[in-house]
């Protein structure tokens, strides 16, 4: 229990320590119009005060990867509560905040668009592909299993496909119209839900007879998969996750002052990796790693959810808890689909105030949603995760080459982003989804790519600095 205590006062300390540390160095300007106000529409541009959006952030980048990330991670044992701290504090809030608050900097700007900027036309391009994959991916995970929670807690009485169905009516309408009609409305309850949730469980955790295991380095996984890099791929909405690049622009469209990113950015990435450690310490407390294997083998994390919650919170108390599980892919789901509508309008440079113009995107988005929701959940978790760590990589240089363009301190989003390159690189090698090498071979093929995407990043970056690349477009 003191690893769990102390990994909480951490991550609670670093948000007034590390993330003054990044805001000061970026240097937000209070005097600068925020992109709300500049290109205020109606429908994406519309300010809203710091809380809303806060919470509203928290919901975006907190779907079901918080909960079932860490629910999988606990299979490792206890390790993974280092990876959840250390990586959000040096990882996923830097990622967040820069990520956030470049935005802000170019007009609300989304990754390719950042991308193309600051890595290079072709970058544009093929982040463009990945983010779409990304939300797309995370769009329909996130049907499916609120959708299984519900039918749990509902004892099966209502058919999952109805239950898909209305969940997608509701992803529909929250992708068309605009932002502070549904989102803007409702997250605030969605919150003070899974709040209310999130801490009953680790309230009740801390005072039941369960004991909640200490810092340990050995790898307890039931089938013996390989800590690196099974684990960052495993927990990454917690500590760092790729999605949240694609969440956070949303954000930078409704912030009303530079100097809020860091309550709205960090701290939220802060605030989720919290309810990681819960729901990690939770499972690894009341289950031993074969029975939890099981369960997660099954279908999928949602019957550990529910058991947990049911477990710890009895039968009013948990369905709260699950509610507050069912939140929180809910609340991804809509604003992935209106990240990939956006990019999309961004892209092809379509404007989006009419709604018939937001629905020539949103409607084929959806179709193809719905296809994938016949795929299996676990193949499609599988290259969710590639995709997403792939992107958190992408956003990480990007977030390098700004500061290194600024002459800041580039090695703070540097050296996450050479780390989480390189498990990406070993990953795809490895996996049976890449090129299914021996993991030995992985690591050093993995390692020789690394350093040919560090070399690439000098040279790149060097020629931004000759051709005076702007880093932070005015806004008038």
């Known amino acids: ?35 709300a106000y500049a290109n205020g529409d109606g429908v994406d541009f519309v300010p809203m005060n710091k809380h809303k959006n806060a919470m509203i952030q928290l919901l975006n980048i907190a779907g079901t990867g ?25 990882a996923g809030a830097v990622h967040d905040y820069l990520t956030g608050m470049i935005s802000i ?11 193309g900027k600051f890595l290079g036309t072709v970058s544009k391009h093929i982040v463009n592909v ?20 519900l039918s749990i807690l509902l004892d099966g009485k209502v058919a999952v496909a109805v239950l898909i169905g209305v969940i997608f009516l509701y992803y529909f309408l929250s992708t068309i119209l605009p932002i502070d009609k549904i989102i803007g409305r409702l997250y605030p309850y969605f919150g003070a839900v899974l709040l209310i949730g999130t801490l009953g469980v680790g309230i009740a955790l801390v005072f039941s007879d369960y004991k909640i295991p200490e810092l340990s380095l ?14 960052f791929f495993t927990i990454t909405c917690g500590a760092l996750s790729g999605f949240h690049a694609t969440q956070s622009p949303i954000i930078s469209r409704t912030v009303q002052k530079e100097s809020q990113g860091r309550y709205i950015f960090y701290g939220m990435m802060i605030a989720e990796a919290i309810i990681a450690m819960i729901w990690a310490a939770a499972s690894m407390s009341i289950f031993d790693g074969q029975t939890l294997s099981s369960m997660i083998n099954s279908g999928t994390p949602s019957a550990v959810v529910n058991e947990v919650s049911m ?16 939140v929180l892919p809910i609340t991804s789901g809509d604003t992935a689909f209106r990240a990939a509508r956006s990019i999309i309008a961004d892209y092809i440079k379509l404007d989006q105030q009419k709604i018939m113009k937001r629905l020539i995107i949103a409607i084929p988005l959806f179709a193809v949603s719905i296809m994938l929701t016949q795929i299996d959940f676990n193949l499609l978790w599988r290259y969710f995760s590639w995709a997403n760590q792939a992107t958190a990589a992408i956003a990480l240089w990007i977030g390098t080459m700004y500061l290194y363009i600024q002459g800041k301190n580039y090695l703070v989003a540097m050296a996450p982003a050479i780390f989480i390159t390189y498990m990406v690189f070993v990953y795809i090698l490895n996996q049976k989804i890449g090129f299914n090498l021996d993991l030995n071979i992985s690591f050093i093929v993995g390692l020789i790519l690394t350093i040919v995407i560090v070399a690439m990043f000098y040279a790149k970056a060097r020629k931004n600095r000759i051709d005076n690349v702007e880093t932070a477009v005015a806004v008038e």
């Open 1 to 35: 229990m003191i690893t769990f205590f102390a990994s909480i006062i951490i991550l609670i300390i670093a948000y007034f320590t590390y993330g003054k540390f990044i805001e000061k160095m970026f240097a937000p300007a209070e005097s600068r119009k925020t992109p």
């Open 66 to 90: 918080p909960i079932f990330g860490p629910i999988m991670g606990a299979l490792y044992g206890p390790v993974a509560f280092l990876w959840i701290v250390i990586g959000s504090i040096f």
């Open 105 to 115: 900097r170019n007009k609300g700007a989304h990754i390719p668009e950042l991308a």
């Open 130 to 149: 990945f983010a779409l994959l990304l939300l797309l991916l995370v769009g329909t995970v996130f049907v499916t299993t609120p959708a299984s929670l």
């Open 218 to 231: 050995t790898n307890l996984h039931p089938d013996n998969l390989p800590i690196f890099p099974m684990l």
């Open 311 to 326: 477990t710890l919170l009895g039968a009013v108390g948990g369905t709260i808890a699950v509610l507050g599980a069912i």
